[in-house]
């Protein structure tokens, strides 16, 4: 059976708008009475049957709590300056839901060939590889920042930090140094990498220098490969 995403479902009640209702009513074509999978990307699975359909959105009535996920024990934070190609950014961000990243925050650095992002879009794609995977848990998606402004932010937050990159050929795998089932935040880079300017303003602000494989590799694959390592190591 699909699962269906609602957003602030509770105890009685769910709300299938926008695209969860069009695919629900338009493309699968269900109707009143007819139940379905819902989660609400807070670790929640219900069963739910439909109880009404106003064109635009649809009711849904929580009938049972079929499974309850305890939030992730590890936080898994990766921010990443977004590709220039949408697609490949969205790819990443499909992929880093299917392996179970909890939080990425897109950082604009000198070198980042993009400036903006479309966040309702992006939102999107995450909610639909959490259903595509049948995970419980919706990645958050923080408003994008420059990244002088997330190591500030970055500084009062509780995890083991590292930052991605390939200014040397000396660097501790990621595996080496990571302390498993502890909180983590990674930084990755854009294509022409980090300026060393940046490097050393992150390693001055608590962040450890990192290497994932002997190759350069693109953006969105160092942020899929980071992320899984952490996964590994923590299976």
């Known amino acids: 059976m ?9 105890e009685k009640v ?3 708008t926008s695209e969860e209702y069009h695919h629900c009513m338009k493309v699968m074509r269900h109707r009143i009475g007819d139940e379905l ?3 609400d990307g807070c670790g929640k699975l219900f069963n739910a049957r439909i109880i009404s359909d106003d064109k635009i959105e649809s009711s849904v009535e ?22 220039k190609n949408n697609d490949r950014f969205e790819w990443f961000l499909e992929k880093a839901t299917e392996i179970g990243v909890t939080e990425i925050t897109p950082i604009f650095c000198a070198r980042s060939e993009r400036d903006k992002i479309k966040y309702e879009r992006l939102n999107k794609i995450l909610i639909s590889a959490m259903k595509q995977s049948m995970r ?7 408003d994008a920042i420059k990244f002088e402004n997330f190591l500030k932010m970055g500084s009062v937050l509780s995890a083991e930090k590292f930052i991605c990159h390939c200014r040397s050929e000396k660097l ?3 595996k080496e140094i990571y302390r498993s089932e502890k909180n983590v ?15 050393n303003l992150a390693e ?3 962040y450890a220098s990192v290497s994932l494989i002997n190759s350069r590799l693109r953006t969105e694959t160092a942020g899929l490969i980071a992320a899984h390592t952490i996964q590994m190591m923590n299976s």
């Open 2 to 10: 699909e699962l269906y995403y609602s957003n602030g479902a509770g």
């Open 136 to 142: 419980l848990w919706l990645p958050r998606l923080n």
């Open 37 to 39: 999978l819902i989660t």
């Open 185 to 199: 935040l990674i930084l990755i880079g854009p294509e022409g990498d980090f300026t060393l300017e940046e490097i």
């Open 172 to 174: 501790p795998a990621l």
């Open 62 to 83: 929580i009938l049972r709590v079929a499974k309850e996920e305890i939030e992730p024990i590890t936080n898994i934070h990766i921010a990443i300056a977004p590709t």
């Open 14 to 16: 769910g709300i299938l």
């Open 204 to 206: 001055r602000n608590g």
